[in-house]
């Protein structure tokens, strides 16, 4: 592997990008879905127990413990925790002495803290992805943000290869889980002709992906196979092009899952990790300026087999692999000139090699998930030290689109509303879908965390989805909060002036129209059965699902003090709260940018601006040159035409030469 200053640059910089689309995102929500008026009021999990503070912190590691020191309650303890995160992130973003392991160790604790309370909203793969990327970039960053130039340790080649073993990770075990699954769409390649109706939140593009002919449907179904369980061996080779060949893959897929899809900052995140395969030498590349088909069949106990004799040697090619890194920084130290810097070099490797192997060791409990026989054979020590940091969320098992959902249609719970429980009026979100001469919509890095878990409901019985009485008891009352989560724009909203008296919810099945450009439809869809029976405040079913989920008011909120940092956060959030997600993510990442691209433009001109001084030097040559000819003449020194000439043209020679010196000595 060649320098990887640049790689790491990049990915700091992604890494700032991410946690302020998190961040952001999460902030315009929370009112909605975790204020005291929300549908899970964070509220409720922050009990006060009399123990002394660092128990507390032990047993739920979250900074809203400190928010009444501040007088802020749950609620404006979340909200100050998002906006410290988004303005850290933003900061990092615009200046690179902000990329630090100490600012990105406030990122990761602060979006901890509020993964503690987010329940069921927060508890999505690429969460607990963002929480072990963001503890591996605090080993990654550079611990200088005191000094403006960040120099490249030697041991850095360890922890940067941490994040290539995560990609590994990730892009291994989502290819095996599709199989180990037994769904036959993916064993019958046919995955993709249902995928982009049935996924989440489709952007317009999935409609013209999902008219593309099943021949090329099954061939991407083997590229995606290819590209999540064979290529990721790439990431270990020490064939340089092997590496880049992997990188330009893995982005391939991610980009064509961005454009189809929905998946807020989770392609973002999986990029990022993909930096940890370049060096250097590639990304000035840059700056100076295919999928194969399979048609062998095999059987699940097959592959099974293969998973049995593949996962160990993986884990093995993982140990080399970082041996490799730790002997090559080791022999970097021991090349550091003068005693001291060697000593220092030499402790420093020790620490970072030390963490790299630990992070390493317990990553493999997760990793062998997959395969029993593997993960039986894990040392017990480090399952045992896996159990005690799980709650920090460093090392996670994952398995992203195990089984391909909506084979038979996309299910989708449609909530209704009614004064007389005669006429019915449709609650329209804003992107999720519902209405069938609705686009789809492009929202993407923003998350909106209820219309992903509305898409989840739908999958299941009410009975698994116990928020949906939260939400169904919050439109009743007809709280603000929970209705900007439907529509920010109050004239959308079908109940504005006054809340309906009776909710239900229907289940539909929804399909693409063949032909958008006649129907003037994107959608069609077919009535399957009640989701959620009719019900109104005071009803006794509803009272009885409340209490049997836990969702009762438990006694008002208390109110917070009129003192500066609640009266802050409260002024914030009313000129935030007319935006959507998406306008506030694409204000911040357009602002952050523009200063990027002053910062790098202006930078640049007081170097183009220094030949002046080789100017004036030049001047002040010529200067005491003509003394020189004068004081010649005064003491009798004749001297002819042609001796004159030469002189001039000495003279005319002699200052190119100091313009060229002096150029020299700017470079």
Same mark, same amino acid.
């Given at each position: 592997?060649?320098?990887?200053?640049?790689?790491?640059?990049?990915?700091?910089?992604?890494?700032?990008?991410?946690?302020?689309?998190?961040?952001?995102?999460?902030?315009?929500?929370?009112?909605?879905?975790?204020?005291?008026?929300?549908?899970?009021?964070?509220?409720?999990?922050?009990?006060?127990?009399? *123990?002394?503070?660092?128990?507390?912190?032990? /047993?739920? #590691?979250?900074?809203? =413990?400190?928010? #009444?020191?501040?007088?802020?309650?749950?609620?404006?303890?979340?909200?100050?925790?998002?906006?410290?995160?988004?303005?850290?992130?933003?900061?990092?973003?615009?200046?690179?002495?902000?990329?630090?392991?100490?600012? $990105?160790?406030?990122? =990761? +604790?602060?979006?901890?803290?509020?993964?503690?309370?987010?329940?069921?909203?927060?508890?999505?793969? %690429? @969460?607990?992805?963002?929480?072990?990327?963001?503890?591996?970039?605090?080993?990654?960053?550079?611990?200088?943000?005191?000094?403006?130039?960040?120099?490249?340790?030697?041991?850095?080649?360890?922890?940067? %290869?941490?994040?290539?073993?995560?990609?590994?990770?990730?892009?291994?075990?989502?290819?095996v889980v599709k199989l180990t699954s037994r769904c036959p769409t993916w064993w019958g390649l046919t995955a993709l002709t249902y995928h982009y109706e049935t996924q989440c939140i489709p952007t317009p593009l999935a409609w013209y992906a999902h008219q593309a002919p099943v021949w090329f449907q099954k061939l991407s179904v083997v590229g995606t196979y290819v590209i999540e369980i064979?290529?990721?061996?790439?990431?270990?080779?020490?064939?340089?092009?092997?590496?880049?060949?992997? $990188?330009?893959?893995?982005?391939?897929?991610?980009?064509?899952?961005?454009?189809?899809?929905?998946?807020?900052?989770?392609?973002?995140?999986?990029? +990022?990790?993909?930096?940890?395969?370049? /060096?250097?030498?590639?990304?000035?590349?840059?700056?100076?300026?295919?999928?194969?088909?399979?048609?062998?069949?095999?059987?699940?106990?097959?592959?099974?087999?293969?998973?049995?004799?593949?996962?160990?040697?993986?884990? %093995?090619?993982?140990?080399?692999?970082?041996? =490799?890194?730790?002997?090559?920084?080791?022999?970097?130290?021991?090349?550091?000139?003068?005693?001291?810097?060697?000593?220092?070099?030499?402790?420093?490797?020790?620490?970072?090699?030390?963490?790299?192997a630990g992070m390493f060791a317990i990553s493999l409990v997760p990793y062998t998930f997959i395969e029993y026989d593997a993960n039986s054979k894990i040392w017990p020590g480090i399952k045992r030290v896996y159990d005690d940091v799980d709650r920090f969320q460093l090392v996670n098992s994952y398995g992203l689109f195990r089984r391909m959902t909506g084979v038979g249609g996309r299910?989708?719970?449609?909530?209704?509303?009614?004064?007389?429980?005669?006429?019915?009026?449709?609650?329209?979100?804003?992107?999720?879908?519902?209405?069938?001469?609705?686009?789809? #919509?492009v929202v993407a890095p923003h998350q909106p965390r209820l219309d992903w878990q509305m898409w989840f409901a739908a999958l299941g019985p009410q009975a698994h989805s116990p928020w949906f009485t939260g939400l169904v008891h919050r439109l009743l009352q007809g709280k603000k909060d929970v209705i900007s989560l439907i529509q920010t724009d109050e004239s959308q909203y079908p109940f504005?002036?006054?809340?309906?008296?009776?909710?239900? +919810?229907?289940?539909? *099945?929804?399909?693409?129209?063949? @032909?958008?450009?006649?129907? !003037?439809?994107?959608?069609?869809?077919?009535?399957?059965?009640?989701?959620?029976?009719?019900?109104?405040?005071? /009803?006794?079913?509803?009272?009885?699902?409340?209490?049997?989920?836990?969702?009762? @008011?438990?006694?008002?909120?208390?109110?917070?003090?009129?003192?500066?940092?609640?009266?802050?956060?409260?002024?914030?959030?009313?000129?935030?709260?007319?935006?959507?997600?998406?306008?506030?993510?694409?204000?911040?990442?357009?602002?952050?940018?523009?200063?990027?691209?002053?910062?790098?433009?202006?930078?640049?001109?007081?170097? +183009?601006?220094?030949?002046? #001084?080789?100017?004036?030097?030049?001047?002040?040559?010529?200067?005491? /040159?003509?003394?020189?000819?004068?004081?010649?003449?005064?003491?009798?020194?004749? !001297?002819?035409?042609?001796?004159?000439?030469?002189?001039?043209?000495?003279?005319?020679?002699?200052?190119?030469? @100091?313009?060229? *010196?002096?150029? *020299?000595?700017? !470079?």
């Amino acid at each position: 592997m060649g320098e990887i200053q640049l790689p790491r640059r990049l990915f700091l910089w992604s890494m700032s990008v991410i946690y302020m689309f998190a961040f952001a995102s999460l902030y315009i929500q929370i009112p909605g879905l975790y204020g005291n008026e929300g549908i899970l009021p964070a509220r409720w999990l922050m009990r006060y127990t009399g *123990k002394p503070m660092l128990e507390q912190l032990k /047993d739920s #590691p979250t900074l809203l =413990w400190l928010g #009444p020191m501040l007088g802020l309650d749950t609620q404006q303890g979340m909200e100050l925790i998002c906006l410290l995160g988004t303005l850290l992130a933003f900061g990092a973003m615009v200046l690179e002495p902000m990329r630090d392991s100490l600012i $990105f160790f406030c990122l =990761w +604790a602060l979006y901890l803290s509020l993964y503690q309370v987010g329940q069921v909203f927060l508890y999505f793969q %690429w @969460d607990s992805l963002l929480l072990e990327v963001g503890f591996l970039t605090i080993l990654v960053a550079p611990l200088n943000l005191f000094r403006w130039k960040q120099g490249l340790k030697h041991h850095d080649g360890i922890t940067f %290869w941490l994040l290539r073993w995560l990609l590994f990770r990730l892009m291994f075990a989502s290819g095996v889980v599709k199989l180990t699954s037994r769904c036959p769409t993916w064993w019958g390649l046919t995955a993709l002709t249902y995928h982009y109706e049935t996924q989440c939140i489709p952007t317009p593009l999935a409609w013209y992906a999902h008219q593309a002919p099943v021949w090329f449907q099954k061939l991407s179904v083997v590229g995606t196979y290819v590209i999540e369980i064979a290529v990721p061996f790439l990431f270990f080779l020490p064939i340089r092009s092997m590496r880049i060949l992997s $990188f330009y893959l893995q982005v391939l897929l991610q980009i064509c899952i961005l454009l189809t899809g929905n998946y807020n900052f989770f392609n973002l995140l999986t990029i +990022a990790l993909c930096f940890s395969l370049l /060096d250097d030498e590639h990304i000035h590349v840059w700056h100076g300026q295919c999928k194969k088909k399979k048609s062998k069949s095999f059987t699940y106990h097959e592959f099974n087999q293969w998973l049995k004799m593949i996962t160990g040697p993986t884990i %093995w090619i993982g140990v080399l692999s970082l041996t =490799w890194e730790i002997v090559t920084a080791m022999f970097k130290c021991a090349c550091v000139r003068g005693f001291f810097w060697k000593l220092w070099s030499t402790v420093q490797w020790a620490i970072f090699a030390s963490a790299a192997a630990g992070m390493f060791a317990i990553s493999l409990v997760p990793y062998t998930f997959i395969e029993y026989d593997a993960n039986s054979k894990i040392w017990p020590g480090i399952k045992r030290v896996y159990d005690d940091v799980d709650r920090f969320q460093l090392v996670n098992s994952y398995g992203l689109f195990r089984r391909m959902t909506g084979v038979g249609g996309r299910p989708e719970v449609v909530l209704e509303g009614s004064f007389d429980k005669e006429t019915w009026t449709e609650i329209e979100f804003m992107y999720k879908p519902g209405n069938v001469s609705g686009p789809p #919509p492009v929202v993407a890095p923003h998350q909106p965390r209820l219309d992903w878990q509305m898409w989840f409901a739908a999958l299941g019985p009410q009975a698994h989805s116990p928020w949906f009485t939260g939400l169904v008891h919050r439109l009743l009352q007809g709280k603000k909060d929970v209705i900007s989560l439907i529509q920010t724009d109050e004239s959308q909203y079908p109940f504005s002036q006054n809340p309906p008296v009776f909710i239900r +919810a229907q289940l539909y *099945k929804y399909w693409f129209i063949d @032909d958008v450009s006649q129907t !003037k439809q994107w959608w069609r869809r077919q009535f399957i059965e009640e989701f959620y029976p009719t019900v109104f405040l005071g /009803d006794p079913n509803l009272e009885a699902l409340l209490s049997q989920h836990g969702l009762k @008011d438990k006694g008002p909120a208390k109110r917070s003090t009129e003192a500066f940092v609640p009266a802050t956060l409260k002024c914030i959030r009313e000129h935030v709260g007319p935006l959507t997600g998406p306008q506030v993510l694409l204000s911040l990442f357009v602002t952050g940018l523009a200063i990027c691209v002053l910062k790098g433009l202006f930078g640049r001109a007081p170097r +183009a601006s220094k030949p002046k #001084p080789a100017v004036a030097e030049n001047k002040t040559r010529k200067a005491k /040159d003509v003394p020189v000819a004068a004081e010649k003449k005064d003491h009798g020194k004749k !001297k002819d035409v042609s001796g004159s000439t030469n002189e001039e043209k000495e003279i005319t020679e002699e200052k190119p030469m @100091d313009s060229e *010196k002096s150029t *020299k000595r700017r !470079k």
